[in-house]
Nanobody, 119 residues
Framework: QVQLVESGGGLVQPGGSLRLSCAAS????????MGWYRQAPGKQRELVAQ???????????NYADSVKGRFTISRDNATNTVYLQMNTLRPEDTAIYYC?????????WGQGTQVTVSS
């Protein structure tokens, strides 16, 4: 059974930064593609950022247009952790952020961590 535990959310002022972490208890973490999604009140869950598994020599990343240049996803296979560095935060980034792990037909989700951007 895969467990994903997010941390690092909180309240931050516009223009501020946060770093989210997702600790994964999964066999052979490096074989899973990892991602961050978010869901704002009244909206559908959307992709924020993805990072490929270790099947490829160089990790590939993918970002939503709204966060390109502000957010960075990374992973540490030694500690089974994926990170989301969020800079220059905006009020519209306010949402619950979810960690996702995927491998073939398998998909796993964390419980989410709240990020609120407000003055």
């Amino acid at each position: 059974q895969v467990q994903l535990v997010e941390s690092g959310g909180g309240l931050v002022q516009p223009g501020g930064s946060l770093r989210l972490s997702c600790a994964a208890s999964v066999h052979i973490f490096r074989l899973y593609a990892m991602g961050w999604y978010r869901q704002a009140p009244g909206k559908q869950r959307e992709l924020v950022a993805q990072i490929s598994s270790a099947y490829k020599t160089i990790y590939e990343t993918n970002y939503a247009d709204s966060v390109k240049g502000r957010f960075t996803i990374s992973r540490d296979n030694a500690t089974n952790t994926v990170y989301l560095q969020m800079n220059t935060l905006r009020p519209e980034d306010t949402a619950i952020y979810y960690c996702h792990a995927g491998r073939g037909p398998q998909n796993f989700w964390g419980q989410g961590t709240q990020v609120t951007v407000s003055s």
